[in-house]
């Protein structure tokens, strides 16, 4: 276990519980990766799955699409290394500080956490289906081939898929 102190961050995608990339965050050879609770941002981003490997993506596009669900962690340096190297940080996404709204008090909380955001995205990713919350699906399954990608190989099939 890390002595660093944890950092919150907010999971929208396939790192939540149930979701395909969980083990990631509960796996303690990658560090601390303390559930803390259900929450939703407090700005509505359009969140949306694209590319031939059916990836949630958080777009940065503040005040478009919906307040989106997902889970807050608590986690400490190893484990922010290892969700930087599976988001593509900073190569592929943005990673900010958001106010997250806590869902699972009786009060209303709000908690600053880490949200990674999609940098650049073609406009017509904006016309795709915009979720309120991610579930991998039989008819969306997530592929975790793209794990073996590089950025740049991700980034091509990206903008490859995304221009059909």
Avoid at 25 to 34: A, F, H, I, R, W
Avoid at 58 to 75: D, S
Avoid at 93 to 100: C, K, L, P, S, T
Wanted: proline residues 5%.
């Amino acid at each position: 276990m890390s002595s660093s102190a944890l950092r919150r961050f907010f999971v929208y995608g396939t790192l939540k519980r149930g979701e395909p990339n969980h083990k990631l965050l509960t796996s303690p050879e990658n560090g601390v990766g303390k559930f803390v609770g259900r929450g939703e941002t407090t700005i509505k981003f359009p969140l949306v799955i694209g590319t031939r490997y059916n990836i949630p993506f958080l777009l940065n596009k503040r005040n478009t699409g919906n307040f989106v669900r997902g889970e807050i962690y608590e986690v400490d340096d190893t484990m922010v290394g290892k969700l930087d190297e599976l988001e593509g940080y900073p190569d592929f996404y943005d990673r900010e500080i958001q106010d997250i709204k806590l869902l699972d008090e009786g009060e209303e909380k709000i908690l600053s956490c880490w949200v990674y955001l999609l940098r650049t995205f073609p406009d017509h990713l904006l016309n795709f289906e915009m979720l309120t919350e991610y579930r991998d699906t039989p008819e969306r399954k997530y592929c975790e081939v793209y794990n073996e990608s590089t950025p740049d190989d991700l980034r091509d099939h990206v903008q490859a898929d995304l221009q059909k």
